[in-house]
């Protein structure tokens, strides 16, 4: 693949731009020269001779081979991929997919990838399936892109180590880069950047060591000069004899910083006149904390006979060994004999500790200190442009990494990409197969032209549109930002099957409703959706910021957020709570009187013991007078648990109603009669009904005077009118009746549920053995055929595109798929019964938080006591219920929407294959995360 046709390279600036008219291209091994075209095959192209498939056999074209290059360039009318296919909805069912194969020269193959990773619609098919990674023809690629990437695995860690701040990118992305370029100035720059780190630490060694030298000739000069002098014997003056010499002296090579010690103590220094090797001494630095243990192995090893003086460095020093700054002490070991030398230098090279040689005339410690100084200035020079240097060659480095980051990953997926091609060697073309949309076949082909007049290839790139027989095509729906967060949901549960319905328009209007009925509350919905709003608004630039985990996760959903803040404002008007507290905006209807603890309608109050409702109810929501009753939590729990009934039969049979969709679109009758009909009739013939009571109490008056004066009017408890159903079929009490012949009215519907379970179960098994022993005589040819010759009945079915057709394996999964919606139908309508203790959970903990912290903390008049206590009321609310009970309700309405409504129509023939294409914009935001 051609990597040398950019016009320029921003590695340096001035590189010499390559050839325009020959650029060498490397493909398979071999050479081809972009400025020569190939005579055989532009003459055959130009004549009209076939494309054939490659000698191999390996997906070639076959029968194909005598269409011509204009021939599949001009393509064929596509034909719908399902029986019923029609246009859909971005969102309703997938668009329609096709298979395409693609022809493009070998020099265009570089060039036709590169563009259509840009337009990133197209998911290629795999046609090396047999190969190994490291059989496929750009293997060696590969590993030159992952070679070039621990490269800039090396730059970044020296870049952040260098610590240069936030360095903005001045590299283009989209700018042209040779690859044997980048790659060569990547080698140029790990070796130079290596050879500096080396010279780095080689001068921050030497610093190191001339730094503890002076202290040791400072520390043992001070020594020297508290010592006493040694006195004449009979056997000769005692000295201070043979130093160390060159055995403990360090290399000092460099300079660093400027450093000015006193050096009286040196001229203060004590010395004597050498006289015989009757005592030595060694000098150096050790880490503080080996002190004690280093003296005493040296008392032991020595057996006493050495002496062994500390001074500790105020300030501290570099440890060679870790790089840390740790704390030392400069030392002295007097000895004597050559056997107690050998045992002092082992125990000394065992602490670590770095001996430096110390001179005895008081001329030669005064020229070592003042080496020492010069020595250091000189060091701290060469350090200082040392380190500009190095600073100046990373800084540039930082601002183009990113962009060579992504140039190398673009380059190492086109070779991925062109991996999964095959090349045909009688023509000597690539080829590749893949899925694309339908409506995106003309600007497949202008990426492919495109390519073609990039690369200067003289045969024209073709595209070919091609059955895709019983492959099923991979799943692909168009989404925005807005409905891509509702479109993830549902496909953490599971991708459509091709063609499916999606559950994802109707998620986006029920899941925050029903998240809302859960946490209905204007202030804590107005808190949600101020802050949904705001990453909603700054969405341009937080997508340029790297968010933590948590902030990541609700900037990826602040659509979904900013929905469930505004459905929850909705129910919190409903429900009448602004932080847990009643607002009477249009003044209750409802007052109490000292003739009854029971309130009575503001125009009902002329006998206040008959505790008369209002005339007119509250115009909007709950009345306020509610909030603060004794009966209040028994009304609020009355009207949530209906309604939670209410929504979830309605969302269950949407859920039945889409399964028909589904059956109806893939013309699968079987589903609709023996699956839909009976789902419908046993959902609503028990649940269904129950909704038809709860509307049904609801819209009767039950203080009216008919129903006063009637003694069998009252008000039935509609759990006993349900289990009634069961246990006494056809039997109504008085007390439970709501309408006349509702005996009559509820067996049938019994008798419908139970007639319904049969009906799912046995007629589809039976019926498909039917359909598949009558297709027996009529089968098409098979390519199944066994050693005998003939097609073996028993492993060909002919109801399911040609799968084993095995009755028992049938009528199992119907059986289970029969006893999960029965049981289903009676857990999953008891599971919606989630949306009544969640929010009878969230207004209870706002009311405690309410009344016994903020509340509490207002009656007593103390400022100090109030602030703490708002303090504690908004870390509370903040806190448990917008944080926890938030992701509590969540999680509650993903379960309500994965189990309780999608498993009735929602991948019940299995889940189908994401399409997910070649594009640079998956690319690049998979490298984001």
Not at 11 to 33: H, N, Q
Not at 499 to 522: C, K, Y
Not at 893 to 904: D, G, M, S, T
Request: aromatic share 10%.
């Amino acid at each position: 693949v051609d990597t040398t046709r950019r016009r320029g390279n921003p590695l340096t600036g001035a590189l010499r731009p390559p050839s325009s008219i020959k650029i060498a291209s490397t493909l398979r091994g071999r050479a081809v020269t972009r400025g020569d075209s190939n005579p055989d095959l532009a003459g055959s192209a130009a004549a009209g001779i076939g494309l054939g498939g490659p000698s191999s056999g390996s997906g070639g074209l076959g029968s194909r081979s005598n269409r011509s290059a204009a021939a599949l360039t001009a393509g064929r009318p596509f034909a719908h991929l399902t029986p019923s296919s029609s246009p859909m909805g971005a969102l309703f069912r997938s668009e329609d997919m096709i298979l395409v194969r693609l022809y493009f020269e070998r020099v265009a193959a570089h060039d036709t990838v590169d563009e259509l990773g840009k337009l990133g619609m197209v998911q290629f098919k795999d046609l090396n399936p047999d190969r190994s990674s490291f059989q496929r023809a750009f293997s060696n690629d590969i590993k030159r892109c992952d070679e070039m990437q621990r490269r800039l695995r090396f730059l970044e860690v020296q870049v952040t180590a260098l610590d240069l701040g936030k360095v903005e990118d001045v590299g283009d992305m989209d700018m042209p880069v040779r690859l044997d370029d980048l790659d060569l100035h990547l080698h140029t720059m790990e070796k130079n950047i290596l050879e500096m780190n080396d010279h780095w630490n080689s001068l921050n060694q030497q610093h190191n060591e001339l730094v503890e030298l002076r202290h040791v000739l400072e520390k043992a000069a001070e020594f020297f000069h508290d010592a006493p002098r040694a006195q004449s014997a009979a056997y000769g003056s005692l000295g201070i004899l043979d130093p160390i010499g060159g055995d403990g002296s360090g290399s000092f090579r460099g300079r660093l910083t400027d450093v000015e010690p006193s050096i009286s103590g040196l001229r203060r220094g004590w010395s004597t006149e050498v006289a015989s090797n009757l005592l030595s001494f060694y000098t150096g630095v050790i880490g503080r904390e080996r002190v004690a243990s280093f003296e005493r192995i040296l008392f032991r090893a020595t057996r006493g006979n050495c002496f062994v003086r500390f001074a500790e460095i105020s300030e501290q020093l570099t440890d060679p060994s870790s790089g840390e700054m740790v704390k030392k002490s400069v030392f002295v070991v007097f000895f004597s004999g050559n056997e107690i030398r050998v045992k002092v230098g082992k125990i000394c090279a065992a602490f670590n500790a770095s001996r430096y040689p110390f001179p005895e005339e008081h001329h030669e410690q005064v020229a070592a200190l003042a080496s020492c100084q010069a020595r250091l200035l000189d060091l701290s020079r060469i350090i200082e442009t040392t380190s500009q240097q190095r600073a100046n060659t990373l800084s540039d480095v930082a601002g183009k990494l990113e962009s060579w980051k992504w140039v190398v990953k673009r380059e190492k997926s086109i070779y991925h990409t062109l991996n999964l091609f095959n090349f045909d060697t009688s023509n000597k073309l690539f080829y590749a197969e893949g899925w694309c949309p339908v409506d995106a076949i003309g600007d497949i082909r202008q990426a492919l032209e495109t390519g073609r007049r990039k690369s200067n290839a003289q045969v024209p790139s073709v595209l070919e549109e091609r059955s895709h027989g019983h492959e099923t095509p991979p799943t692909h729906f168009k989404t925005n930002r807005f409905t891509q967060v509702f479109q993830s949901i549902v496909e953490a549960y599971g991708v459509a099957q091709y063609h499916e319905v999606n559950p994802a328009p109707f998620s986006i209007a029920t899941f925050p409703f029903l998240f809302a009925v859960m946490f209905g509350d204007v202030g804590h919905g107005t808190i949600m959706t101020l802050f949904a709003l705001y990453l909603i608004l700054a969405e341009r630039r937080l997508a340029k910021q790297k968010l933590n985990e948590i902030m990541g996760f609700a900037y990826t959903g602040r659509y979904i957020i900013f929905l469930m803040g505004l459905f929850s404002i909705y129910t919190g008007l409903i429900y009448n709570e602004v932080f847990a507290i009643p607002v009477d905006l249009f003044r209750s209807r409802w007052k109490f009187t000292e003739g009854n603890s029971m309130a009575c309608g503001i125009n009902e109050c002329d006998d206040p013991k008959l505790a008369l409702p209002p005339a007119n109810p509250y115009p909007l929501g709950f009345d306020p007078i509610w909030k603060g009753s004794d009966n209040g939590l028994v009304f609020f729990n009355s009207y949530k648990m209906k309604l939670s009934i209410i929504f979830g039969v309605a969302q269950m049979v949407l859920g039945i109603c889409l399964s028909y969709m589904n059956a109806k679109f893939f013309k699968e009758p079987l589903d609709v009669f023996y699956q839909f009909i009976p789902q419908m009739i046993l959902m609503n013939s028990i649940f269904g009904y129950l909704v038809v009571l709860i509307i049904l109490k609801w819209s009767i008056n039950w203080n009216s005077d008919a129903c006063k004066n009637d003694p069998t009017c009252i008000a039935p408890d509609l759990k006993n009118v349900l289990i009634g159903m069961f246990m006494s079929p056809g039997h109504v009490p008085d007390e439970l009746r709501l309408y006349r012949g509702q005996g009559s009215v509820q067996l049938i519907l019994l008798g419908l549920a139970l007639i319904s379970v049969p009906w799912m179960l046995f007629p589809k098994p039976l019926l498909l053995k039917a359909r598949h022993d009558k297709a027996r005589g009529y089968r098409p040819l098979s390519n199944e055929v066994d050693t005998v010759g003939h097609v073996d009945d028993d492993e060909v079915d002919h109801t399911d595109h040609g799968k084993p057709f095995d009755f028992v394996d049938a009528f199992v999964n119907q059986m289970i798929h029969t006893i999960e919606f029965v049981l289903g139908t009676v857990s999953n309508t008891a599971s919606y019964l989630r949306l009544w203790a969640l929010s009878l959970a969230h207004a209870q903990l706002s009311d405690v938080f309410l009344e016994k912290v903020l509340l509490l903390s207002l009656s007593t008049g103390n400022v100090v006591a109030i602030a703490i206590g708002f303090s504690v009321w908004f870390g509370a609310t903040m806190g448990v219920l917008m944080g926890m009970e938030s992701l509590s309700a969540f999680l509650h309405a993903l379960r309500l929407h994965w189990v309780e409504f999608q498993n009735k129509f929602y991948n019940l023939h299995g889940a189908g294959t994401k399409f997910i294409p070649y594009s640079y914009t998956l690319l690049q935001a998979e490298e984001e995360a």
